[in-house]
């Protein structure tokens, strides 16, 4: 039974073993967020290198960077959604924990909105999850051996 101070030790104690799941939640949020920020430099990485050969290309050559340079910007695009998405969550997170808090402090009843938060917490990271599986298929696409480079290799 929890003392009838807002401010005890054993009723913050509760809070925080309250706490404890969503702050885990928020860890492994940030190793995702991690992943996606390695993943969007890297995409940024390759248009940098692409960027000066476009200049230099013509024909056929020029064509398949610009296509290159397309992908990369529609990759980009996706994994700052990503992001976005990944960053809502955890400020969603952030809300719950403080409503934790606050509900006991303030004794106040905020569990629809704590439940309400974390939903769409949940939403945001789910979807967040679902655009960068969607950008893993696009760079999967278009990684791509060119035909004439497979030909050459067999004459050899």
């Not at 980009?76 to 402090?105: E, Y």
């Not at 789910?126 to 035909?147: D, H, K, M, P, Y």
């Amino acid at each position: 039974m929890l003392s009838t101070s807002p401010t005890s030790v054993a009723t913050v104690a509760q809070i925080i073993q309250l706490s404890v799941a969503p702050v885990f939640l928020l860890a492994g949020i940030g190793a995702f967020l991690n992943v996606c920020a390695t993943r969007l430099a890297r995409i940024i990485d390759r248009g940098r290198v692409l960027e000066p050969l476009l200049l230099a290309s013509r024909g056929t050559e020029h064509d398949r960077i610009v296509a290159d340079l397309r992908v990369l910007d529609r990759r980009i695009r996706l994994v700052s959604r990503a992001i976005f998405l990944t960053v809502l969550s955890a400020l969603l997170i952030c809300m719950v924990v403080v409503l934790l808090f606050a509900a006991t402090l303030a004794h106040a009843h905020f569990g629809t909105a704590v439940a309400l938060l974390f939903i769409a917490s949940m939403i945001a990271i789910g979807s967040g999850f679902a655009i960068f599986l969607w950008e893993t298929q696009v760079a999967a696409r278009a990684v791509r051996i060119r035909s004439e480079l497979l030909e050459h290799a067999v004459e050899e």
